[in-house]
């Protein structure tokens, strides 16, 4: 059985000081991993045997039967600082940055696993000690702290507010070709699987049953236009068979640029709402927020799924906004931007994966509010306003992008303002001319594509996040709200689903083969025989 250590003795300690209890951030990487773990106590740590697994974030390396998955020393001081100390080094052989120090193994050990280079120097950085495996680094804290971001703002001449760009941990000129702290987890997915862990797969089957090799969902804000701006750009985005999502941005009186009727007219076309706060006129507070989600309800009928933040003012804690989020009952928020240009916050073509995930992601509220895993998610926007001005402009940037989200079953984002898919635009031939390479290319490759909403995702994210995997000798008991991909360890000889036969999908992703098993909503049983 997989567990992990909570110590709440030294949560509240470390709370009471204002500072953060690093592990408080493993079931948020467990929730990301789609795999299930049992919380305990450290003195229950003598209770395990030799067939447990257990994830331990803690000052020393425990004594214990079971198989330890050490995830580093705790930090004991604040590390949101704008500062890489290393890079790790990935199974693609990606530098990935770490945003806490490594420290040197002090015990012997089997062998290296993995290494960081720090200083130019490669020093180890997983190692496994017998049947143990030990990170020489912080792995909850880096991946908690760089993907929240920094509190560091720079002059902005537009908003001398904190806008999220600005809070991005990767430090100017430095580019997230690559979403590093996907690769990084990626490291203790691995371990876990190569120890029999199963999971729940990070993409939603497609109708059929088999494995999509890509997501993809297209949303942008309406930035209160227009109603006609609002319904053409719905309408061009059904035209090329593409469902759409516009964050409905409130005037200053309330009000929005279209009506009940307009949105009829939307939801006909494919098109869902999501709430775009807006804080540059108004009081960046709790309540402003919550006078804003009231006056969308008020407007449509309907309580807002999503949120995406005017012109990305925050300024404050990324918890914090997250918590007033999750007060509302919004469950995820697309405004962290992937990368921006400090010249021109108007800029186009932009993709990258400044806070390290092409996913959506949980985190953890701060030491005031002893940590608690937050309930509201971030989706972050990984490309922005794709743009080919010309017919003979590069299109590299976009394929790149769409071949490495195929090799790698990721969710990926095309972020288009709706003003910008009106013919009247002058952006707009450059926008549709990205679509357009955009659906040729997948068609081009054979990719098997899973058109979802924003919306949509938020919630398939959150059942996946509910949902429960739990193994039994050779069963796995899986519970789910939602239609789910498991992922099998290992392969077996013979698959059964609630005792008949079933099919394993073969999925070739990051760099080795995913062994998958649908199952639909509800609970049900998958027995895996090596005959």
Not at 62 to 80: M, N, S, Y
Not at 120 to 130: E, F, H, N, Q
Request: aromatic share 10%; charged share 20%; hydrophobic share 40%.
């Amino acid at each position: 059985m997989l567990y992990y250590v909570n110590d709440p003795f030294l949560r509240a300690a470390r709370n009471a000081r204002n500072e953060d209890y690093t592990p408080a951030y493993i079931p948020a990487m467990l929730a990301f991993m789609g795999i299930t773990a049992k919380a305990i106590a450290p003195d229950a740590l003598s209770s395990l045997t030799a067939s447990d697994i257990v994830l331990i974030g803690a000052p020393d390396l425990p004594e214990t039967d079971a198989t330890v998955i050490f995830l580093g020393t705790q930090q004991t001081v604040p590390l949101r600082l704008r500062h890489i100390y290393g890079y790790y080094i990935a199974q693609n052989g990606y530098a990935v940055p770490l945003f806490v120090p490594i420290c040197p193994a002090d015990i012997s050990h089997d062998k290296v696993l993995a290494y960081a280079e720090v200083e130019g120097v490669l020093v180890p950085a997983l190692v496994r000690c017998g049947k143990d495996y030990l990170f020489l680094f912080d792995l909850p804290a880096t991946l908690w702290f760089s993907g929240d971001g920094f509190m560091e703002m720079q002059n902005d001449p537009y908003f001398p507010i904190g806008r999220t760009p600005d809070w991005r941990p990767l430090p100017n000129g430095q580019h997230g070709t690559q979403p590093y702290n996907d690769l990084l987890l990626l490291e203790l997915e691995s371990i876990l699987r190569s120890l029999g862990i199963a999971s729940l797969y990070r993409l939603p089957p497609m109708e059929d049953g088999t494995a999509p090799d890509i997501v993809l969902h297209f949303s942008g804000d309406d930035d209160c236009c227009s109603a006609t701006i609002n319904a053409n750009a719905a309408a061009r985005m059904k035209g090329i068979g593409l469902p759409y999502h516009i964050n409905a941005m409130p005037d200053g009186n309330g009000q929005f640029c279209f009506d009940l009727d307009v949105l009829r007219t939307l939801q006909n076309d494919g098109c869902e709402l999501g709430l775009h706060l807006e804080l540059t006129c108004q009081p960046y507070t709790e309540e402003t927020v919550k006078k804003q989600f009231n006056e969308f309800f008020r407007a449509f009928g309907i309580r807002p799924i999503t949120n995406v933040n005017h012109c990305l003012v925050q300024n404050g804690p990324h918890a914090e906004f997250l918590r007033w989020l999750q007060g509302c009952g919004i469950i995820a928020d697309n405004g962290y931007l992937g990368t921006f240009n400090p010249n021109d916050i108007n800029a186009f073509d932009l993709q990258e994966f400044g806070y390290g995930t092409s996913f959506p992601r949980y985190t953890c509220d701060d030491a005031a509010h002893d940590n608690a895993l937050l309930t509201t998610m971030a989706i972050p926007v990984t490309y922005y306003e794709a743009r080919l001005p010309r017919e003979d402009s590069d299109t590299a940037k976009i394929k790149n992008y769409l071949d490495d989200a195929a090799a790698n079953a990721r969710i990926t984002q095309f972020f288009f303002h709706p003003h910008y898919l009106n013919e009247d635009n002058e952006h707009c031939a450059a926008a549709l001319r990205a679509l357009d390479v955009m659906e040729r290319h997948v068609t081009e490759r054979g990719y098997v594509v899973l058109p979802m909403t924003t919306n949509t995702i938020a919630q398939f994210w959150r059942a996946r996040s509910q949902a429960t995997i739990a193994q039994s000798g050779s069963a796995l008991i899986i519970k789910t709200s939602a239609p789910m991909l498991v992922r099998l360890p290992a392969p077996a000889e013979q698959v059964t689903l609630d005792g008949h036969p079933v099919s394993v999908i073969c999925k070739s992703v990051e760099g080795g083969v995913a062994y998958l098993v649908a199952v639909v909503a509800g609970e049900h049983v998958i027995e895996l025989k090596n005959i």
